[in-house]
C-alpha cells in the first residue's frame, strides 16, 4: 500500500511516515494517526476509505502492538522513540529529599531555629538585612488570625502585655494550637483543595443535605494533629482499610466533592468518566502538585508524564462506586434505636394505606425491562433515566438493580421514596394524582421529622464487579486505546508492590519516604498560608513549568522535618510560627521596594488581606455576634434579593431559607456554598467556585468589595452590635472610641485619628438628628443610657472601623 509517499510493506518507510509526518508512534497508540484512521476518530478520514473496515479486535491489535513499541524486524528505531519534554534525573522536584543542616551565620542572635539560619544566609548573600521584630499587638493579632482565623480580644491583648516571661510568645503559640478554632481556620484552606460545596453543581445544581460531614472530619483530624499521612491514606482510601471504621468512611468523601450533572439526556459513561478523570487529577495536584490531568489528551506538553502514565493513575478510580451511608453523630444513635420501631411501623401503616408496595414491584419490574430493552417502552427509559440521575445519594441504578432481600433499610426506603416522588414519570401526571402520592410524600416527611434519625455521609466504596480500564485516544470517553492498569507516575520512584495495586496502595505510596513530592508540597503549602506565598510560588505546579524554590535548602529541611515529627501538621506550623522570620514586621522599607518587591528573599514579613471568610468572622467577633459552635450543617445567613433565582428554575428566595437564632451568626467557614448561585459576600472576595481543586486564593481589590463591606446586611448588623458594644461598656467618647479601636483594631488610636473620627461622630450625630426616621431605620432602640440618634451615630464610627484596610488586612 502506497498513498501520499507512505508504505506499510516496509518497516522503515512505515515508521518514518509519509509527506504529512509519521503515522506509528511507538508507545504512543492515542497518538499515532494509523490507529485514529482505521478507528474513524473526528478529524482523521476513515481507512480505508471503501470495503470493510478493520473490526475492533483487529484496531485492538494495532493499538497493542504500538503500545508494546511497535516492533519491526530489520528496523533501526533509535531516532523513532518519541522523547518526553523533561527528563526525570533533571528535575529538582523530583529528587529524594535531602536532609540539610542550618548554615551558620554571623548574625547567631537573630536565629531562633534552623528556618532562621536558612533565611539570614540568603538575605546575607544578597546584602540585605532583615526587618526588626513587629510589636506585641502586632505579634498577637497576627497569631491569632493566622492559627485561629479569629482576632484577640483585649483581654488576650492585655495578658500577653502583661506576661513578662521569656516565654510569654511561645505560651501564646501553644494557646493558639490548642485551639478548637485552630482546625476550623487551617480545615478551609484544606477544602479549597478539596473542591468542597454544599451542592451538585450543573444546571439542577442540588443541595447535598450531608456534605457537611466530611467538613467535620476534616475540622476533627487537624484539631487532633491527625498526622498527615494518616490524614493522606484515609481520605484517598479509608474505605479499603482493615476494620475500616465509619470515621474512615467518611474520609473518603474528599472524591465525593465532585459535580454531579443530572441533567436529562446526559450520558451516564461520559459523566462517570468525567468524573473518574477529575479524582486521578485531583489527587495529583493535591498531593504531589502535579498537573496530571494535562496529558488525559496526548503526553503532557512539559512534565515527563505520559497519557498512559495518566489513565495508570485513572485506574486507581475507575472501579469506585459512591455510598451514601448511616453514619450517626454522637448522641443520636440511642434515641434512634428506642423509637425506630414505632417509626418504622408507622410508615408501613401509610404505604400500605396508598397501595405502595404492590405498585412499587410493578414499578420496579418494568423500570428493569426497560433497562434491558431500552427503546421498546419510552416512557419507561425516561423513568430508568431519573432512577439512575434523581434518586437521593445517586446510587439509584445499584439500588434499583439489586434485589430486594439484600437492600439495606437505608436502601429500600431511599428507593420507596424515589418511587413516591417521581411515579409520574413513568405513567403519567393523571395517574399519579388517583394515586395520592402527593399527600404521601408529605405524610411521610412530616412522619420523619417527628421521629430520631441518623445522620448519614457521603462515602466512597469499591466496585464488586470491578472491569478492566483503558487509555482513552485523544481523551475521548468512547475511544478506547491500550488496557492500563493502576500505576503512578513513572518519573518518579514506584512502590515495592508492583502488581495489583489498589486505592489503598497508592496512598501509602503518597506518603512514602521514596516519594519526594508529598511531603514537600505539604510543606510549601503551610508556608504559604503563613506568609502569603510559598517557598515555590507555583504551589499546584512542581514541574518544570512551575517555579523554582527561592530557598532549596530550606524547603527540604522543612519537608525531612515534617516527616520525622510523625507528619505533625502542628509541629511544622509551631517552628515557622516561633522563628524570627516569622515575628518580623511587614513594614515596607525603600530599599526593598527595588532589590526584593515580591519580598521573595523574607526580609520582612508581608501583609494580606483576610480571606472571605475571615472578613465575616472578624466582624462578627469585634461585635460580639459570633456564635463559636464547631461543626454541624451548613447555614443560611442574609444574602441580598434575587441571588437565589440566578439559579436555573429557582423561585426567589427558593432553597435559602434564612437562618435563624444564634446559628445565623457561625464562622464563614459553614455557610452552604451553592455551586450555582454562591453566597455573594465570598465569592466577592475571592472565594474559589469549588468545581476543580485550588491550592492558592488570589487577593483582589476592588470597589465591590467596599460597597460590600458598607451595605451587606450582615456588615450593617455588625456594626450596629459593634456600637452597643462600645455605648454600653464606655460612658465618654474618648473612652468609647479608644474601646472602638481595641476590639476593631486590637490598638488605641492616635492623635490625628482621634480627632478624625470625633468629627466624623459630630457630623453623624446631626444628621440623624435632623432625621430621627434614619436613626430609627438604622438603630431602632437605644441602649446604655444612649438614645437612638447616639446608637445610630455610634454605629457609623463602628462601621468606619470595620472598613478600615487595617481591619481586613493581617499585618
Known amino acids: 500500500m502506497q498513498m501520499n509517499g507512505l508504505r506499510l510493506d516496509d518497516g522503515n518507510a512505515a515508521l518514518q511516515g509519509g509527506a504529512s509526518g509519521p503515522v506509528i508512534k511507538p508507545g504512543h497508540s492515542a497518538d499515532s494517526p494509523l490507529v485514529l484512521r482505521v478507528s474513524g476518530a473526528p478529524g482523521f478520514g476513515q481507512m480505508p476509505p471503501s470495503g470493510a473496515k478493520l473490526t475492533s479486535e483487529q484496531i485492538g491489535l494495532i493499538r497493542a502492538w504500538i503500545d508494546q513499541g511497535a516492533l519491526w524486524p530489520g528496523v533501526d528505531r533509535t531516532h523513532l522513540t518519541q522523547p518526553l519534554p523533561a527528563q526525570a534525573g533533571s528535575h529538582w522536584a523530583f529528587q529524594p529529599i535531602r536532609q540539610q543542616a542550618p548554615p551558620r551565620v554571623p548574625d547567631a542572635a537573630r536565629v531562633h531555629n534552623p528556618i532562621d539560619a536558612f533565611v539570614l544566609a540568603r538575605l546575607e548573600r544578597e546584602n540585605i538585612k532583615?526587618?526588626?521584630?513587629?510589636?506585641?499587638?502586632?505579634?498577637?493579632?497576627?497569631?491569632?488570625?493566622?492559627?485561629?482565623?479569629?482576632?484577640?480580644?483585649?483581654?488576650?491583648?492585655?495578658?500577653?502585655?502583661?506576661?513578662?516571661?521569656?516565654?510569654a510568645y511561645e505560651r501564646q503559640v501553644e494557646r493558639l494550637l490548642?485551639?478548637?478554632?485552630?482546625?476550623?481556620?487551617?480545615?478551609?484552606?484544606?477544602?479549597?483543595?478539596?473542591?468542597?460545596?454544599?451542592?451538585?453543581?450543573?444546571?439542577?445544581?442540588?443541595?447535598?443535605?450531608?456534605?457537611?460531614?466530611?467538613?467535620?472530619?476534616?475540622?476533627?483530624?487537624?484539631?487532633?494533629?491527625?498526622?498527615?499521612?494518616d490524614f493522606t491514606i484515609k481520605q484517598i482510601a479509608g474505605n479499603l482499610l482493615p476494620d475500616a471504621t465509619s470515621a474512615d468512611r467518611i474520609a473518603t468523601g474528599f472524591n465525593r466533592n465532585t459535580l454531579t450533572n443530572r441533567e436529562g439526556g446526559v450520558d451516564n459513561?461520559?459523566?462517570?468518566?468525567?468524573?473518574?478523570?477529575?479524582?486521578?487529577?485531583?489527587?495529583?495536584?493535591?498531593?504531589?502538585?502535579?498537573?496530571?490531568?494535562?496529558?488525559?489528551?496526548?503526553?503532557?506538553?512539559?512534565?515527563?508524564?505520559?497519557?498512559?502514565?495518566?489513565?495508570?493513575?485513572?485506574?486507581?478510580?475507575?472501579?469506585?462506586?459512591?455510598?451514601?451511608?448511616?453514619?450517626?453523630?454522637?448522641?443520636?444513635?440511642?434515641?434512634?434505636l428506642r423509637r425506630h420501631r414505632e417509626y418504622d411501623q408507622k410508615r408501613q401503616v401509610l404505604l400500605t394505606e396508598y397501595h405502595v408496595p404492590e405498585l412499587q414491584a410493578a414499578w420496579e419490574q418494568r423500570i428493569r425491562q426497560a433497562n434491558a430493552e431500552p427503546g421498546k417502552y419510552t416512557d419507561w427509559d425516561l423513568a430508568w433515566d431519573v432512577v439512575k440521575k434523581l434518586t437521593e445519594g445517586g446510587d439509584g441504578e445499584k439500588i434499583l438493580l439489586t434485589a430486594d432481600e439484600k437492600r439495606t433499610p437505608r436502601e429500600r426506603e431511599v428507593l420507596t421514596e424515589h418511587f413516591i416522588r417521581n411515579y409520574f414519570f413513568a405513567v403519567g401526571k393523571k395517574k399519579a394524582d388517583e394515586a395520592k402520592f402527593e399527600e404521601l410524600d408529605k405524610k411521610l416527611k412530616a412522619l420523619k421529622t417527628e421521629y430520631p434519625q441518623?445522620?448519614?455521609?457521603?462515602?466512597?466504596?469499591?466496585?464488586?464487579?470491578?472491569?478492566?480500564?483503558?487509555?482513552?485516544?485523544?481523551?475521548?470517553?468512547?475511544?478506547?486505546?491500550?488496557?492500563?492498569?493502576?500505576?503512578?507516575?513513572?518519573?518518579?520512584?514506584?512502590?515495592?508492590?508492583?502488581d495489583h495495586l489498589t486505592r489503598l496502595d497508592l496512598a501509602n505510596w503518597m506518603v512514602s519516604r521514596d516519594n519526594p513530592l508529598t511531603a514537600r508540597v505539604a510543606v510549601n503549602r503551610i508556608w504559604q498560608e503563613l506568609f502569603g506565598q510559598g517557598i515555590v510560588k507555583s504551589s499546584d505546579d512542581f514541574g518544570t513549568r512551575g517555579d523554582r524554590p527561592s530557598h532549596p535548602e530550606l524547603l527540604d529541611w522543612l519537608a525531612a522535618d515534617f516527616r520525622d515529627h510523625g507528619w505533625s501538621r502542628k509541629q511544622t506550623i509551631r517552628e515557622i510560627v516561633l522563628s524570627a522570620t516569622y515575628r518580623q514586621s511587614s513594614s515596607a522599607r525603600p530599599e526593598l521596594e527595588s532589590n526584593d518587591p515580591a519580598n521573595t528573599l523574607l526580609a520582612r514579613q508581608s501583609r494580606l488581606r483576610l480571606p472571605a471568610e475571615l472578613i465575616r468572622d472578624s466582624t462578627l467577633a469585634v461585635s460580639g455576634l459570633l456564635d463559636t459552635d464547631i461543626g454541624g450543617p451548613s447555614i443560611r445567613p442574609p444574602q441580598p434579593a434575587g441571588v437565589t433565582e440566578l439559579g436555573y428554575g429557582k423561585k426567589a428566595g427558593a432553597g435559602w431559607d434564612e437562618t435563624t437564632g444564634a446559628a445565623r451568626y457561625r464562622r464563614g467557614l459553614y455557610i452552604q456554598f451553592q455551586r450555582s448561585t454562591p453566597y455573594p459576600q465570598l465569592v466577592n472576595f475571592d472565594?474559589?467556585?469549588?468545581?476543580?481543586?485550588?491550592?492558592?486564593?488570589?487577593?483582589?481589590?476592588?470597589?465591590?468589595?467596599?460597597?460590600?463591606?458598607?451595605?451587606?446586611?450582615v456588615f450593617v448588623e455588625g456594626a450596629v452590635a459593634l456600637a452597643y458594644r462600645i455605648v454600653t461598656d464606655a460612658q465618654t467618647p474618648a473612652d468609647r472610641l479608644r474601646l472602638g479601636f481595641r476590639l476593631a483594631l486590637g490598638r488605641q488610636p492616635d492623635e490625628k485619628e482621634t480627632r478624625a473620627l470625633q468629627s466624623y461622630l459630630q457630623q453623624q450625630s446631626r444628621i440623624f438628628a435632623e432625621h430621627p426616621q434614619d436613626a430609627a431605620m438604622l438603630a431602632p432602640f437605644a441602649a446604655g443610657g444612649s438614645s437612638q440618634i447616639e446608637l445610630a451615630a455610634w454605629t457609623g464610627v463602628a462601621s468606619v472601623l470595620m472598613n478600615l484596610d487595617e481591619f481586613i488586612t493581617r499585618e
Open 687 to 713: 472565594a474559589p467556585r469549588s468545581d476543580v481543586p485550588l491550592c492558592k486564593r488570589e487577593r483582589s481589590n476592588t470597589s465591590l468589595q467596599a460597597l460590600n463591606l458598607l451595605n451587606d446586611p
Open 269 to 336: 459513561a461520559q459523566f462517570r468518566f468525567d468524573n473518574t478523570v477529575d479524582r486521578a487529577g485531583t489527587v495529583g495536584v493535591v498531593w504531589l502538585g502535579m498537573s496530571l490531568g494535562c496529558a488525559q489528551c496526548h503526553n503532557h506538553k512539559y512534565d515527563p508524564i505520559p497519557q498512559k502514565d495518566f489513565y495508570s493513575m485513572f485506574a486507581f478510580f475507575d472501579n469506585v462506586e459512591e455510598a451514601d451511608i448511616d453514619a450517626p453523630r454522637p448522641g443520636e444513635l440511642g434515641p434512634y
Open 178 to 229: 490548642a485551639s478548637p478554632h485552630f482546625g476550623e481556620k487551617w480545615a478551609r484552606e484544606w477544602l479549597d483543595k478539596a473542591r468542597y460545596a454544599d451542592s451538585d453543581g450543573y444546571e439542577k445544581d442540588w443541595f447535598r443535605p450531608w456534605a457537611w460531614r466530611y467538613r467535620d472530619w476534616v475540622i476533627d483530624a487537624i484539631n487532633a494533629d491527625m498526622p498527615f499521612d
Open 454 to 498: 441518623l445522620s448519614q455521609a457521603m462515602t466512597m466504596a469499591e466496585s464488586p464487579n470491578p472491569h478492566p480500564s483503558y487509555l482513552r485516544v485523544h481523551g475521548d470517553y468512547r475511544v478506547d486505546g491500550v488496557q492500563v492498569t493502576p500505576a503512578v507516575p513513572s518519573v518518579l520512584p514506584q512502590p515495592s508492590k508492583k
Open 130 to 167: 532583615p526587618s526588626p521584630e513587629a510589636p506585641r499587638p502586632v505579634l498577637l493579632r497576627r497569631l491569632s488570625l493566622d492559627l485561629t482565623g479569629l482576632p484577640p480580644t483585649p483581654g488576650e491583648i492585655d495578658a500577653f502585655a502583661a506576661d513578662t516571661r521569656p516565654d
